[in-house]
């Protein structure tokens, strides 16, 4: 017996504004969050440009442990969480602890404090004999990547099943997928999903420079992520989290919480191709969409809106574009498919929960959120891509999809509360 | 899809790169004569840290087993989880390309990433400069990329993914599989290794309070003895071929075991001895999805940290979940003869479960005597007995605890 999955809480922390309120008025009104990067001398580098938080610990109430130790990601994770946590009415204290669990993803998790201490150790790259006298004590924090799951989990006393997530760029579709199945199988009533990266440091951005994946546009940042735009170049990295309450439908209802949608459902295939690389046909995403829309037993045609990976890189678009045409057919052209990473870039494994939270809101507000910078239609691309300005639409049945690294293939589908149709 | 369902995830390959074997019967020979194979490490770059002592895989050849095209792009961990698929898919007589590729899965899990392949690339940024950086950093160091690679290797289109986990996951990864085998997928590539060993990575770990830094091999890693002093890491782990039993019994392979319950609970990072609570609320937990009374289970593979605080607490929780039984059921750790290898530890514990029940022998836990705990803990020479139904247990250093039970092949059949 499968049940029901609602979605009871979201928290954002995004470039352009922390918290969901910043992050909707962000896309509802089409701006971009890109710039040059101020977290790091970006100089000798290709690409220079990126989607940061403007984020202190301090102002979102994190105490001073959190603010001195945890990697930023982590202290993204924990404010978006409690912002979630928050807005679901949740009252941790009284929840079953061991049926409360946590699944969130990273794509490459403590990477940059990594990279810092490695500095430190190794005089700048000048021995591979690393001094470990110099590394920080809690450095073992950063190298483990449950730590992610680990402090959030410790935040809200859950001890049911405490996962992370690291899937590539799917990570936060697959992070809000696998607790999707922990609550529609019956292991948890309560899961905290979602992702975070902070990912904006030199080793992340020279090896995407390395195999020109990112936007080399460092004259004009604000333009500079052109999702589906015939001028696109790669995308513009990112950073942030998002979080959401996932909940038993009937444990919500029995507690009187305001039900904001529901997940669906969820798959994900490998492509089997190529580690960075995507074909042209798309067949691997197309399979993941059609599985979820098989376990909501829905018509292709009831599909309101894709929220695209669209990370503005060639083949990512037209694989993207194949895929959604195989799986909806005619209907794809009567469907808008936006990329909010034209406003808030590409945070790697956290992109993919602060798409679902994107979508969370489209059902919310009736609002599909536009693809900014799109001008230039690339024939390869011929779908309806919501050009630069949000658009009002009914919408009951919407779809996040997702590409990674090592062909992660994902999609998870989300239903407003209107409209179900089992 | 084959028609005919059992809903039973029947393990049907075994693959293992360990410290104490490359392939499944060298590793179950070392197991069950509990030889000791831990030892000074010697890769280059480590000799100088206060962590002495570690399970290395020696002699391993990447280049015998695995393409150069693979090889360039990939970590040491990724040179293991290949290595270890592949005779794992063999085993299982899954060797070639499969006929529907979207009827295999594949999932990992990972606590460390490609940690030798990122100091490098590290070494040529900030020693030479970004340009230096090679174009398979991006897939080589991060924890996705043994399940990337085994996917592409094999052809394999299946729900795949990666739990990037501290050592519990190894358990947890199973589970992922077992449940995508419930849900309809034929077959499911599953495990975990790691690969540790490299000097930052090693930096990494000194801050962990359970690690070992005794630098004598024999006296370096002795759970459940007021000897105990922390635990030893390792390198290498296994991965299996895990499928629906009745399509196992279509093709006429071997059911090796079924994966029958699984549990996982969180009771925070260190705090041992409330693990206690959380190691019995999930051997409770994975004995109820299995249908398993405590009284049958016939072996327990202990996660035997090292720590007298969290040996303590597991001997406790043992006694908790499994009653007046857990004080007189076989209770081994044959880890302590190679280490911890993360996330692998426990995978090459099933390993080790299943090739108990095959053999009828539970194999000892090398160095350890003198035990100061209430169990019954099989040490120096292994014990024949009947072994029907295994116990695995795993806890990991951010406080995941998890318990799987893995039934003997012979006796799931129907």
Redesign the interface.
């Known amino acids: 017996m499968t049940r029901r999955v609602a979605v009871t809480g979201i928290g954002v922390v995004a470039p352009g504004g922390i918290g969901a309120t910043a992050f909707w008025d962000l896309l509802a009104e089409g701006r971009t969050a890109t710039r040059g990067i101020t977290l790091f001398d970006p100089a000798g580098l290709r690409s220079r440009i990126a989607a940061e938080c403007d984020f202190d610990p301090f102002e979102h109430g994190l105490d001073a442990n959190l603010c001195q130790h945890a990697d930023r990601y982590i202290q993204f994770a924990v404010v978006a969480a409690r912002e979630a946590v928050r807005q679901s009415g949740l009252d941790t204290g009284s929840l079953d602890p061991w049926r409360t669990a946590v699944s969130l993803g990273s794509a490459v998790g403590g990477t940059t404090r990594l990279e810092h201490d490695y500095v430190l150790v190794s005089e700048s790259g000048r021995r591979w004999d690393v001094d470990h006298t110099k590394a920080d004590p809690k450095l073992h924090l950063a190298f483990a990547p449950s730590t992610l799951a680990s402090t959030v989990a410790e935040q809200f006393g859950a001890r049911g099943p405490v996962q992370t997530v690291s899937t590539g760029c799917t990570s936060g579709l697959d992070a809000v997928g696998y607790a999707f199945h922990t609550i529609s199988e019956g292991r948890a009533d309560v899961c905290i999903a979602g992702a975070s990266d902070s990912p904006i440091s030199p080793i992340t951005m020279a090896c995407f420079d390395a195999i020109k994946a990112t936007s080399p546009n460092n004259d004009d940042p604000e333009h500079a992520s052109r999702p589906f735009d015939a001028r696109r170049d790669g995308f513009v990295m990112g950073e942030g989290a998002a979080v959401l309450v996932l909940e038993d439908y009937e444990h919500a209802r029995a507690r009187g919480a305001d039900i904001l949608c529901e997940i669906s459902g969820y798959a994900t295939y490998g492509n089997a191709y190529h580690m960075t690389g995507l074909t042209s046909e798309g067949l691997e995403m197309a399979r993941a969409i059609d599985s979820t829309l098989d376990q909501a037993r829905l018509d292709p045609t009831r599909i309101d809106y894709v929220n695209a990976h669209g990370s503005g890189t060639r083949q990512n678009d037209r694989h993207e574009t194949a895929a959604v045409k195989r799986s909806l057919g005619a209907h794809a052209y009567e469907t808008p498919m936006s990329s909010i990473k034209s406003m808030v870039g590409h945070s790697l494994g956290a992109i993919g929960a602060i798409e679902v939270a994107a979508c969370v809101l489209a059902l919310h507000h009736q609002v599909v959120p536009p693809t900014a910078n799109y001008e230039t239609p690339d024939p390869e691309c011929d779908l309806d891509y919501v050009p630069r300005t949000a658009r009002p639409r009914k919408l009951e049945h919407v779809l996040s999809v997702g590409s990674g690294f090592g062909g992660f293939q994902s999609a998870v589908l989300l239903s407003g509360t209107g409209g179900r149709t089992r | 899809m084959s028609k005919r369902r059992s809903g039973r995830a029947a393990v049907t390959g075994i693959g293992v790169v360990a410290p104490n074997g490359l392939s499944t019967d060298a590793y179950w020979k070392s197991v069950s004569e509990g030889l000791g194979v831990l030892d000074l490490i010697t890769r ?7 962590l002495r002592v570690a399970g290395e895989v020696r002699s391993f050849d990447p280049a015998a087993l695995v393409e150069d095209r693979f090889l360039v ?1 990939t970590d040491r961990f990724s040179h293991f989880a290949m290595a270890a698929a592949a005779l794992a898919l063999d085993d299982a007589g899954l060797g070639g390309e499969p006929a529907d ?2 009827s295999v ?2 999932v990992t899990a ?4 490609g940690g030798e392949f ?2 490098r ?11 230096f ?3 398979y ?3 080589a ?5 043994s ?3 085994i ?2 290797r ?13 050592e519990a ?1 190894g358990l ?1 990864s199973l589970a ?1 599989a077992a ?1 995508a085998v419930r849900r309809g997928t034929d077959v499911m590539v599953v495990g975990a290794a790691e690969a540790p060993l490299a ?10 309070p359970e690690l070992s830094t005794l630098d004598d091999p024999d006296r370096a890693y002795r759970p459940f003895t007021e000897k105990a002093c922390g635990f030893v890491p390792a390198e290498g782990g296994a991965l299996l071929v895990v499928e629906d039993e009745d399509r196992a019994r279509e093709r006429g392979v071997p059911v090796r075991g079924v994966v029958a319950g699984h ?7 260190s705090r041992w001895a409330e693990s206690r609570e ?1 190691l019995a ?1 999930a051997i409770t937990g994975a004995l109820d999805e299995a249908g398993v009374a405590p009284e049958e289970i016939d072996v327990v593979f202990a996660d035997a940290l090292g720590v007298p605080e969290a040996d303590r607490a597991e001997a406790l929780a043992i006694a908790d979940a499994l009653g007046a039984h857990g004080t007189r059921v076989p209770v081994t750790a044959p880890k302590t003869g190679f280490g911890r290898a993360y996330c692998g530890a426990p995978v090459l514990d099933t390993v080790a479960a299943l090739l108990a029940m095959e053999h009828g022998l539970v194999p000892p836990t090398p160095n350890v005597f003198d035990v100061c705990h209430d169990l019954d803990l099989v040490t120096s020479h292994a014990r024949p007995a009947e072994l029907r139904t295994a116990l695995v247990l795993s806890r ?5 605890n998890a318990a799987l039970v893995v039934r003997r092949g012979d006796d799931s059949a129907r």
């Open positions: 280059e770059g480590c000799e100088h840290l206060p792009q590729p979207y899965g594949v990972a606590g460390s990433g990122g100091q690339e590290l070494q040529k940024l900030w020693g030479q400069g970004s340009k950086v090679g174009p950093q991006s897939i160091w991060f924890y996705a990329a399940t990337g690679q996917s592409i094999g052809g394999l289109k299946g729900p795949c993914g990666v739990v990037a986990s501290d996951g947890d992922h449940r000097p930052y990575s090693m930096v990494c770990q000194l801050g962990y549990a996982a609970t969180f009771t925070g990072t959380g609320h990991g250093l951010m406080g995941s």
